[in-house]
């Protein structure tokens, strides 16, 4: 069975930085696009940012674009999302997700328990 655990999240002020890790149990980890969602109270989960299995390519929502970038150490089974520039609408729970990328990203149905960053204005 594939865990993933992420860390980092935290309470930061507007302008800010964090910088969020997942790891992943199994090592399939290099086979697979990872990527970072983030879903706040009463809206949908939402994409934040996409990286593909040999870490050449990404993806990013157009409102984190030039502030996040996603990155990945498959020789640590890990992916992360460095966060600068924080705003307060950035504020949300934060998921990992281990999935497929072909012009667009697709979820698996793997998961972390999420790990809550809030800024504050």
């Known amino acids: 069975q594939v865990q993933l655990v992420e860390s980092g999240g935290g309470l930061v002020q507007a302008g800010g930085s964090l910088r969020l890790s997942c790891v992943v149990s199994?090592?399939?980890?290099?086979?697979?696009?990872m990527a970072w969602y983030r879903q706040s109270p009463g809206k949908q989960r939402e994409l934040v940012a996409a990286?593909?299995?040999?870490?050449?390519?990404?993806d990013y929502a157009d409102s984190v674009k030039g502030r996040f970038t996603i990155s990945r150490d498959n020789a640590k089974n890990t992916v992360y999302l460095q966060m600068n520039s924080l705003k307060p609408e950035d504020t949300a729970v934060y998921y990992c997700?281990?999935?497929?990328?072909?012009?667009?990203?697709?979820?698996?149905?793997?998961w972390g328990q999420g790990t809550q960053v809030t800024v504050s204005s």
């Open positions: 997700n281990l999935g497929q990328y072909s012009g667009t990203y697709y979820p698996y149905d793997y």
């Open positions: 199994r090592t399939i980890f290099s086979r697979y696009a």
């Open positions: 990286i593909i299995s040999g870490g050449g390519s990404t």
